[in-house]
């Protein structure tokens, strides 16, 4: 079709005509609507980016208190065990406030416990590290 056969005719349907393949011999050239082809070449590369982010693990951080109760610290265990289902890495922050820094062992103790309900299906990303006033260890599903 002609250059002119083809501009006439994307004027009487009111709608573009988009080259498509310039280098091409003869250059190809589609009869669309502009505004709808990008709003939809958008659509589509924001879902492209959202599955892209989806498949990377994030880093997802678990603030726990020294005094913690015997079932806040289960809910924060169902909440780190929801992360590391999901593909994430967890960093677990042990946060000593006041006199409690005189006794890290404890930390320690608490850290234990919260590896030992964990189970056997993680592994710990380094050593724990005291960074100021917390104690700090990154965990990931094996």
Do not use: T
Request: glycine share 8%.
């Amino acid at each position: 079709m002609s250059s002119r056969d083809a501009l006439s005719l994307a004027r009487q349907q009111g709608v573009d005509l988009v080259e498509i393949a310039a280098n091409a011999n003869p250059p190809v050239v589609k009869v669309i609507d502009w505004g709808k082809f990008q709003y939809q070449k958008m659509k589509e590369e924001a879902k492209n980016r959202k599955k892209a982010r989806e498949k990377q693990s994030e880093l997802k951080q678990m603030k726990i208190g020294l005094k913690i109760s015997d079932n806040d610290l289960n809910i924060k265990l169902r909440k780190i065990n929801g992360f590391l289902e999901d593909g994430d890495r967890v960093k677990i922050m042990i946060v000593f406030r006041g006199r409690e820094m005189a006794h890290k062992e404890i930390g320690q103790e608490l850290l234990d416990k919260i590896f030992s309900l964990l189970g056997d299906g993680i592994v710990a990303e380094g050593k724990p590290q005291f960074n100021g006033r917390n104690l700090s260890v990154g965990i990931r599903k094996k």
